[in-house]
């Protein structure tokens, strides 16, 4: 199998000409639907979809979705006769017509030259993704079965590990490093702290912010690959901020400007070069970290944008915000890859599933929908707390690049047990987890999520049919923030009582 990259990118030639043209027959449609004149009151909405033909009501639709309804059924029924809006084209004025006009932003070179980069990055790790997803297909229903209860047998032992004053204020959000063996907590008094795990002792305090903290995000390679002296955490705060930290130092290596309101969630690209940032002046930004300059800044919600995440292979970013709409943007292009709409409160916290494909996210409506990027819809709705889902995170190894199969890929030769070398690009290939069966390692990432609500609970859910594993009551009637340890021994939560709490299976000793 070749490698895929920009410059093997096959022409599809037809294809590509015929999908282009459905596209551009939707667009008019869409363009035409928009300047039917349909009726605002309810009953006669009502009236003229009998008349036509069409049910007058669905259950759970309100009056706004019917008109929408009706819209959409007159526009097809136009499309369908070949017939456009004649009466009402007429009586537009120019005025009208140059508001139906797309608006864009031309972009810079280094924009353009970021998206390259995404792209010849996130297509590699793409195709090896599916590959691997191809290979995993085939393994037996019944071993598949027998891990599963493995795995949930594990985490349904977590208990309660232990709890540590973490601030003076409300712990805001907690991540593990990519060793799982520090825990950065940022507060609202400004301050980023870093803990050993799971002995909770203090490490260092960065102070990050003239104002609370909304956001910390640990470097993909820190503590790994990556220098104590290099890059290795970025925290955004309610200055307006987003700052950069080494390890070795309290001071920040750069603070990045631009955000003219509050910075809630920070994430990185998995490559490491890139910043993404949400922000109370309805923008999400993307920054060069290494030439420490804004490089994007991307509207598109109509109120605040509060949280943001990348996806596993780079190339698409979500966000959502207090609009209660989220949005799935492909950093290769720039364009919109999926609307999700369907909840009706704020959405606080996101998080891509390592499969690529499936989309977590939790909401003040006190529930978490799981979102299929392949169908382009909600895939199901789980009725998490009982009041606002605040943070939501699948269980990621780190290694679902590096696996075994049968398979060629990118041309690399197979060992005797069939091992494709996925190597890192600084040339570190992922090890196998010590003492732990390498496939069960491997299935194991993405197979449960965790919650927190607050309504003072963690949750557990599986990733594969969405039930309940485990409950875990907290000493605050606010859990603001839950992560899981990439060694999966380890979950942590920061709560509203300005503590975090560390959950663990009974064999883990505290060092």
Known sequence: MAELTLDTLADDGQYARIENKLILDELERKK?????????????????LREIGEPITIFGERAADRRDRLIYVLSQINAARGEGTAEIEESSSGEEEAEAEEFYTEGTVDLLEARRSI?????PRAQKRVAQQRIDSRIPLGKLIDLRKKIFANVKSFANLGSQIGDQRPIAQVRFSPNSKILATGSWSGNVKLWNVPACTPISTLA???????????????????????????????????????????????????????????????????????????????WDVEKGKELLLQEGHSKE??????????????????????????????????????????I??????????????????????IWDMRASKALYTIPAHTSNVADVRFYKNHEIYSSKSGIEVNGLPEGEDGDINMADESGHSTPDKPGADAEE???RSGMYLASAGYDGFVKLWSADDWHLLRTFPTDSGKVMSVDLSPDAQLLASGTY?????????????VL
């Open 441 to 443: 390692w491997r299935l």
């Open 208 to 286: 990050a912010h003239s104002d609370r903290v909304g956001g910390v995000a640990w470097h993909p390679q820190a503590t790994l690959t990556q220098s104590e002296t290099a890059l290795n955490i970025a925290s955004g705060g309610a200055d307006g901020t987003v700052a950069l930290w080494s390890l070795k130092s309290e001071s920040p290596l750069s603070v990045l400007e631009g955000h003219e309101e509050r910075v809630c969630r920070v994430a990185f690209h998995p490559s490491g070069r890139y910043v993404a940032s949400a922000s109370f002046d309805t923008s999400w930004r993307l």
């Open 348 to 369: 606080l916290g996101l998080d891509f599933s390592p499969n690529g494909y499936q989309l977590a996210t939790g909401s003040g409506d006190d529930t978490i929908r």
């Open 32 to 48: 035409k639907a928009r300047s039917l004149a349909v009726p605002t009151d309810d009953n006669r909405v009502k009236a003229r």
């Open 119 to 123: 792209a010849e990055y996130s297509l």
């Open 497 to 509: 009582m300005r503590n975090f709490q560390l959950f663990a299976p009974e064999e883990v000793p």
């Open 305 to 346: 944008v509060y949280t943001v995440g990348f996806q596993g292979d780079g190339s698409l970013i979500a966000s959502g915000g207090l609009d209660a709409i989220g949005r799935v943007w492909d950093t290769r292009t720039g364009r919109t890859a999926m609307v999700l709409d369907g909840h009706v409160q704020p």
